[in-house]
């Protein structure tokens, strides 16, 4: 079971796009741009049990870059996860146990 601590969009602080621009933004950083019915799904469904947090203003659904960085960090380490799972076990380099550590899907190692 996969534990994930929830991301809540604050209007005040956040980075506001639409969900129709955010496969624009996407490409921008070098990426592959998803296409439009992707971002919709992340935003319904989600990936592996992970919603892309979005809101409703005046009928029109958005997103932030904070909360679609949270989303893209959590679903890699749950990614990262089930491969552990599912494939052979191996021990986490210290990026990838700060990952887990940050989106809640792990303990941070006492010491």
């Known amino acids: 079971m ?11 602080r956040d980075r ?3 969900i129709r621009d955010l496969p624009d933004h996407i490409a ?4 592959q741009k998803p296409h439009y019915a992707s971002v919709r799904r992340w935003a319904r469904r989600g990936v592996r049990g992970i919603v892309l947090p ?7 659904r ?9 989303w893209v960090s959590t ?3 749950a990614a990262a996860v089930a491969q552990g799972v ?6 986490l380099s210290a990026s990838e146990r700060r990952t887990l550590e940050r989106a809640g899907i792990i303990e941070p190692q006492a010491g």
């Open 2 to 12: 996969i534990h994930v601590i929830p991301y809540s969009i604050d209007i005040e």
């Open 62 to 70: 958005y997103t932030s870059i904070e909360a679609w960085s949270w």
């Open 54 to 60: 979005s809101i409703m203003l005046g009928g029109i």
């Open 16 to 18: 506001l796009v639409r």
């Open 28 to 31: 921008k950083r070098g990426v």
């Open 75 to 77: 679903t890699t380490a």
């Open 86 to 91: 599912a494939g052979t076990v191996r021990k």
